[in-house]
């Protein structure tokens, strides 16, 4: 449960002023309402952590695809077709038993798109953004998540226009799954490390 | 700038509050002023950097209390008003009251394959990186006025190159200007106990792209 209570408080007033800006935009032949409509719904319908998902389960599946991955994400990526926006410069990092990686941008809200989808609101909003450099654990426990205290944490602050994919851990007893089994393991919140891959038990509930 | 969006290491702001199975978009206007955002950008009349410091550039207390896609709205309004695409009255009226600029408007029809195909902001080089893998190197200790993309959290510390990323285009010079001025691009790694002194954890780190003005040897 987000605290919208805010934008509850703004909804109409910004109603207003977005449809405003958008009747004087296009009234000026700046913009194409044609092609709003294309935006919204590329990132609503077309675009999203279903994408990041089934890269991770070829992972997972392919020894010779995750090795790929690691070492160029874009180009192993690009072979499922996620391309372009907001993904230009991919970079995959992956989750052992002594590392797990985090991704944040602390300076706005920069996130894969073309793998990922349109970030969470959590995701660019100040608690996230302040305290994931700071307090990875902090965070981690907001999330319901604790690693062992062996586990170091590497979180990346997206601060170019790089772009980071976490490869979260294989969960155990999946031995045998196929890919499309995998992917339905591999949560959004997974492949930025606030969150760990579905456990069977967990996928199933 | 040191603005409201450098938020690494702020205390005070409470958990991160998830919502589960949350929407794409949260109300219309939401989708709206994200399409408006992406149109007004793909015609070039700004970039990307000049956008970000357009966000940066809301005064601290609204930028604080305003939602992600408010501080987007607020941010294109400020971009279409300095590059005098429209006037402040023409937002108040919500009508046009002068002749347009000629715009290249993005069309409905090959936009999808358009996003899909946004290239790359690495550029060939005017001289060899001056650092290499494993080169202990300090973040700067700079405070410019305009738009930077070097956090305060790490301005002064000393870190180690991890990776070269390449040659980027380098915001800080890019921002409001057509100069790219490409700069060396490394993936520098923090210490968290350098970084945060007793607050940070030992075995920690922290990873952030850096570009070559950025940082000096330590």
């Known amino acids: ?205 | 700038m040191n603005g409201p969006h450098d938020l690494g290491g702020a205390h005070g702001f409470g958990p991160v509050i998830a919502e589960d199975n949350e929407p794409v978009y949260h109300a219309d206007w939401e989708k709206r002023a994200f399409a408006l955002v992406m149109a007004m950008g793909y015609t070039g009349v700004w970039h990307i950097d000049t956008s970000r410091h357009a966000r940066e550039r809301t005064p601290p207390a609204e930028y604080l209390a305003s939602s992600y896609y408010q501080i987007w709205f607020t941010g294109l309004k400020r971009l279409l008003v300095e590059h005098g695409l429209v006037s402040e009255a023409e937002i108040v009226a919500g009508k046009s009251l002068s002749p347009p600029a000629s715009l290249p408007i993005v069309p409905a029809e090959g936009l999808v394959e358009k996003l899909m195909a946004d290239g790359s902001y690495e550029r060939p080089a005017a001289a060899p990186a001056h650092f290499k893998n494993g080169d202990s190197v300090r973040a700067r200790v700079m405070n410019p006025h305009g738009h930077t993309r070097l956090p305060r959290y790490v301005r002064g510390r000393a870190g180690t190159v991890a990776a070269i990323r390449g040659c980027h285009v380098f915001p800080d010079a890019h921002c409001g200007s057509d100069e790219e001025d490409p700069r060396w691009l490394y993936s520098v790694s923090f210490a968290a106990p350098d970084v945060w002194g007793p607050q940070g954890r030992a075995g920690d780190e922290i990873h952030l792209d850096l570009w070559e003005p950025y940082l000096e040897t330590a």
């Open chain 1, 1 to 205: 449960m987000a605290d919208h209570d805010h934008d509850h408080s703004h909804l109409s007033d910004m109603e207003i002023r977005v449809r405003a800006l958008e009747t004087l935009l296009t009234e000026k032949g700046y913009v194409d309402p044609a092609a709003l409509d294309v935006f919204i719904d590329t990132y609503e319908t077309k675009i999203g952590p279903r994408n990041g998902a089934r890269v991770v389960a070829r992972a997972w599946a392919d020894a010779d695809y995750r090795k790929w991955l690691l070492d160029d994400a874009a180009a192993a990526i690009a072979t499922f077709g996620f391309t372009g926006r907001q993904s230009e410069h991919m970079v995959a990092v992956e989750n052992t038993p002594d590392t797990h990686n985090m991704v944040v941008c602390t300076l706005c809200s920069c996130y894969p798109w073309a793998v990922l989808g349109l970030p969470p609101v959590w995701y660019k909003a100040p608690p996230y953004r302040a305290r994931a450099v700071a307090d990875p654990r902090g965070v981690l426990a907001d999330f319901g998540v604790s690693l062992p205290e062996t586990t170091a944490i590497r979180v990346w602050d997206s601060t170019a226009e790089v772009r980071y994919l976490v490869v979260p851990m294989r969960p155990a007893g999946t031995e045998g799954w196929s890919e499309e089994q995998l992917a339905e393991l591999v949560t959004r919140n997974a492949m930025i490390g606030t969150g760990l891959a579905l456990s069977p038990a967990e996928a199933a509930k």
